[in-house]
């Protein structure tokens, strides 16, 4: 399964990086073809980021989404990982798990062991 995630700041890549598993960065043209897991950080208040919004937007890459990561900060409170509890209330795919900023080896190797079993 490979994973699609968006990062603006970097972190998310970076965590994303640490996974070392086959990933495509989100932008406005990408279109996904195959099963993937979402990786998404929070940003503005919980909701989801835009360019996120935008390749959910498109038929092809909702229909391939299997579940969701969010990525985010404690120190927001309830708006940590908001957005993945959006898009899988929205788009109803479980959401798989939530980290903070770029992870921690606990993380990466949860992850990595979901992604075999998701």
Same mark, same amino acid.
């Not at 909702?62 to 900060?73: E, F, Q, Y």
């Not at 990982?81 to 921690?104: M, W």
């Given at each position: 399964?490979?994973?699609?995630?968006?990062?603006?700041?970097?972190?998310?890549?970076? !965590?994303?990086? *640490?996974?070392?598993?086959?990933?495509?960065?989100? +932008?406005?043209?990408?279109?996904? +073809?195959?099963?993937?897991?979402?990786?998404?950080?929070?940003?503005?208040?919980?909701?989801? @980021? *835009?360019?996120?919004?935008? $390749? =959910?937007?498109?038929?092809?890459?909702?229909?391939?989404?299997?579940?969701? &990561?969010?990525?985010?900060?404690?120190? $927001? !409170?309830?708006? !940590?990982?908001?957005?993945?509890?959006? &898009?899988? +209330?929205? =788009?109803?795919? @479980?959401?798989?798990? *939530? !980290?903070?900023?770029?992870?921690?080896? *606990? +993380?990466?190797?949860? &992850?990595?062991?979901?992604?075999?079993?998701?």
């Amino acid at each position: 399964m490979i994973v699609a995630y968006y990062s603006l700041t970097g972190n998310t890549k970076t !965590f994303v990086d *640490k996974l070392g598993v086959e990933s495509v960065c989100i +932008d406005k043209n990408v279109k996904v +073809d195959t099963d993937y897991i979402l990786i998404t950080p929070t940003y503005s208040g919980g909701r989801p @980021p *835009k360019p996120v919004i935008d $390749f =959910l937007g498109h038929r092809q890459n909702r229909k391939h989404l299997r579940g969701v &990561i969010g990525a985010g900060n404690r120190n $927001f !409170f309830a708006d !940590f990982g908001a957005a993945a509890n959006s &898009i899988s +209330d929205k =788009l109803g795919v @479980p959401l798989l798990y *939530k !980290f903070e900023i770029t992870g921690n080896e *606990k +993380d990466v190797n949860n &992850i990595r062991r979901g992604l075999n079993e998701w």
